[in-house]
């Protein structure tokens, strides 16, 4: 039996970001003249910030030169941080926690693989930081998710072989990188969205602590 890892993603597996960066979003979006949705918002997770305002800006039918992209890359950035100025341990995803807890007791290393490039104050905020063994962020990786560039990079740095990493994601994009890197992968939210990864659940509370050791000694 090989060590092995075990990689979260950030938004949507571990805290309930979403919403903010979606407020963010449709902010830009109504200050350039339109409307932006909640399910034009499903589009934009596990995407890379820049990919999200080249989405954006197609749904508005915009052509921004580049000085007005990067502007609003970070009016959006600057937006998203206030909305998240207070976040606490309150916006922890149910039994995220639990889990943490449970690897860290019988020594599986953790780590991090998100695309944004916020994951580090986020999980600070949230006092999550103490239980990843590494982060894996948007500020670590040139290739985006679903490229497999950013979990690929954490099982190295955690020093476990692909194949034996285990990879939380609540995003397609996510499911496809983690699959591409051979690992196994588990969608956490909604199963027909995520029919791509190999176990489904709705969130943490519908995995067990046998399911678990059952990973870990696969
Ligand atoms: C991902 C989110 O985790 O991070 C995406 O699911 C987001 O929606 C991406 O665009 C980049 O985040 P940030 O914080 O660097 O803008
Ligand atoms: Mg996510």
Known sequence: ???????????????????????????????????????????FKGVSRKRCLEILLDIGNIEATKEQFDTWMVEKNIDYLEYIENLDESEILPDVPKVLQFLKENNIPIALGSASKNAQPILEKVKLLHYFDTIVDGNSVKKAKPNPEV????????????????????????????????????GIGDKKVLHEAQFNFTDFTEISTDFIIELINR
């Open 151 to 186: 979990f690929l990079l954490a099982a190295k740095q955690l020093g476990v072989k692909s194949k034996d990493c285990v990879v939380f994601e609540d995003a397609v994009a996510g499911i496809e990188a983690a699959n591409s890197a051979k690992m196994i992968s588990i």
């Open 1 to 43: 039996m090989n060590r092995k890892g075990f990689i979260f993603d950030l938004d949507g597996v571990i805290v309930d970001t979403a919403k903010y960066h979606f407020l963010a979003w449709k902010k830009l979006a109504n200050q350039l003249g339109y409307e932006f949705t909640k399910e034009q918002n499903e589009l």
